[in-house]
């Protein structure tokens, strides 16, 4: 059974940092594409950055420079550090698998979040001004 778990949420006033964590198991060799995603209630889900096996990251233009998406040493394992946090960044926050590729390249799959197939149960993020 394939499971992803995030962690690391919790409440900052802005200017300040968190850091996300994401663990899986239940998949057997290399992810092919990793991505964060925040949800705000009433609005879409919106994807935020992503990683790709070789390393390759891509950023919503709003958190670049802010942001930075890596991958863990050991595991299929994937972190978000929040820098400069600001109270727009308040969400719950999903970490999301791509596991083989499929047609769409890691790069263009922040607006395409139905090609992951994994998602776990997200983590909340409260930045207060």
């Known amino acids: 059974q394939v499971q992803v778990v995030e962690s690391g949420g919790g409440s900052v006033q802005a200017g300040g940092s968190l850091r996300l964590s994401c663990a899986t198991s239940g998949l057997t060799g290399d992810i092919y594409c990793m991505g964060w995603f925040r949800q705000v209630p009433g609005k879409e889900r919106e994807g935020v950055a992503s990683?790709?096996?070789?390393?390759?990251?891509t950023y919503l233009d709003v958190v670049k420079g802010r942001f930075t998406i890596s991958k863990g040493n050991v595991g299929n394992t994937v972190y978000l550090q929040m820098n400069t946090l600001e109270p727009e960044d308040t969400a719950t926050y999903y970490c999301a698998v791509y596991p083989r590729y499929s047609g769409s390249w890691c790069s263009d799959t922040l607006s395409v979040p139905s090609v992951y197939y994994y998602w776990g149960q997200g983590t909340q993020v409260t930045v207060s001004s």
């Open positions: 990683i790709a096996n070789g390393g390759r990251t």
